[in-house]
């Protein structure tokens, strides 16, 4: 075999095998390959395993020093393009106003909204990529970016644009998703804004093919189960995948419409019960838990333990956000789920990894594997559980993504 590219000298390699989502214990089944190599050709991985039995050619060969390297971990659930700041919620909340209070009167997400309508799509653009290259430096190869702070038709798909002018500048895979995040402040709007939402923002937007997939905000200050199973179904309508954020504070059937509609995930879970534990565990919907809120916000953690002993297939994101998560590494949010959702070292790879892309509906991506893209994380250290153990440093030396070094 010829190669472009021989990384040697990697201590060991840990990845999850197939792309199928990991389930229950099944999360913990990893393939280790000490003293390894990967070969790289045309930006994938041609050939991987122990560095002693590689009898092929390289163009280049690169010595990875005796250290770790890992998947490209993926980030299922971002909100990375936003303007302005929420530096006035997070002192207010430090004083015992409640994230719901501030939404509630018109702050929060609805601020941010307001902030984010008056800068323009290259600012937009300009203030999302350092936020994707913190979370390259991190390990993430692979990010969702969810719209949401545009409400109207045109400023939610002026939003996806920004996401994939981003895209096109940014060093890693960016996955689009269009968020139907906050209803009108009048209930009597609310009607007419879900038919525009249904007939002209979902249409224009797998039109414009800008989105793969609909999220939809299930919670008491937002949307109801009901008006989110009418968006979803449009977003079904136009071939587009659906995921929701559900059980954030409330259990208000969001988790059982994502399970009966075969949604890719539902993500948040803080206020998830035991009846909901068991119903995704019996679902093929991917659980995505987000450490950072519970830590910020001070929430309940998501079930990741119980969800994992009963089966289900669990995902962890960062959900970089200015109001509920601001954590720009996703390393951190698998260091966070172990300590604050009960992961072991091995799930929270997993899920970083290939439950993440699962959740995101893709199979190529955050494994090492001959015929993927070539994205890896080589780490600091020569034991790759440093990943899950390293806080408030980085334990990532440097980031491949389509078989180059990520600058
Ligand atoms: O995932 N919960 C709803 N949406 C975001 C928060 C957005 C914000 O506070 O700006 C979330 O937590
Ligand atoms: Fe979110």
């Not at 190599?37 to 050939?47: L, N, P, S, T």
């Not at 923002?201 to 039109?207: D, L, N, Q």
């Not at 020569?382 to 030396?397: K, Q, S």
């Amino acid at each position: 075999m010829r190669a472009d590219v021989l990384v040697r000298g990697i201590s060991q390699f840990v990845t999850a095998e197939g792309a199928e989502p990991k389930r229950g214990a099944a999360m913990r089944e990893l393939k280790v390959v000490q003293r390894a190599a990967v070969a790289i050709a045309g930006g994938q991985f041609a050939w991987v395993g122990p560095e002693r039995d590689w009898n092929g050619e390289a163009a280049s060969i690169v010595d990875a020093g005796g250290c770790a390297i890992v998947p490209g971990l993926v980030d299922p659930h971002t909100h990375a393009v936003w303007a302005g700041d929420r530096l006035a919620d997070f002192e207010a909340r430090l004083s015992g106003v409640t994230y719901e209070e501030i939404l509630a009167a018109g702050g929060g997400i609805r601020s941010t909204i307001r902030a984010t309508a008056a800068a323009t799509e290259e600012q937009l653009v300009a203030l999302a990529r350092p936020r994707i290259a913190a979370l390259v430096r991190s390990g993430a190869t692979t990010i969702e970016v969810k719209s949401g702070y545009g409400y109207a038709v045109e400023a939610e798909l002026r939003i996806l644009r920004a996401i994939h002018a981003l895209a096109a500048q940014a060093p890693a895979w960016i996955v689009p998703t269009l968020l139907i995040h906050m209803p009108p402040a009048e209930a009597a709007e609310r009607e007419e804004y879900v038919a525009a939402v249904c007939e002209e923002m979902i249409p224009a937007a797998a039109r414009e093919k800008l989105a793969q997939a609909v999220d939809v905000f299930v919670e008491k200050e937002a949307w109801s189960a009901t008006e989110a199973e009418q968006m979803l179904n449009a977003a079904r309508a136009q071939g587009l995948r659906t995921k929701l954020h559900t059980e954030q504070f409330h259990r208000m059937g969001g988790l059982e419409l994502g399970a009966r509609m075969g949604a890719m995930s539902v993500d948040h879970l803080e206020a998830c019960g035991a009846e909901q534990v068991a119903m995704l565990a019996a679902s093929a919907t991917v659980a995505t838990i987000l450490p950072g809120v519970t830590l910020h916000l001070g929430l309940p953690a998501a079930p990741g333990r119980k969800l994992i002993d009963a089966g289900a297939a669990v995902a962890v994101g960062t959900d970089l956000n200015p109001g509920s998560s601001p954590l720009f590494s996703a390393q951190m949010a698998l260091a966070l789920a172990v300590r604050l959702n009960g992961l072991t070292a091995q799930e929270a790879l997993v899920a970083g990894t290939t439950n993440a892309a699962a959740a995101l509906g893709l199979r190529d991506a955050g494994r090492i594997e001959p015929g993927l893209p070539a994205d890896f994380a080589v780490l600091h250290g020569a034991d790759w559980r440093e990943l899950i153990y390293t806080m408030g440093a980085n334990p990532v030396r440097e980031v491949w993504i389509g078989g180059q070094k990520a600058e």
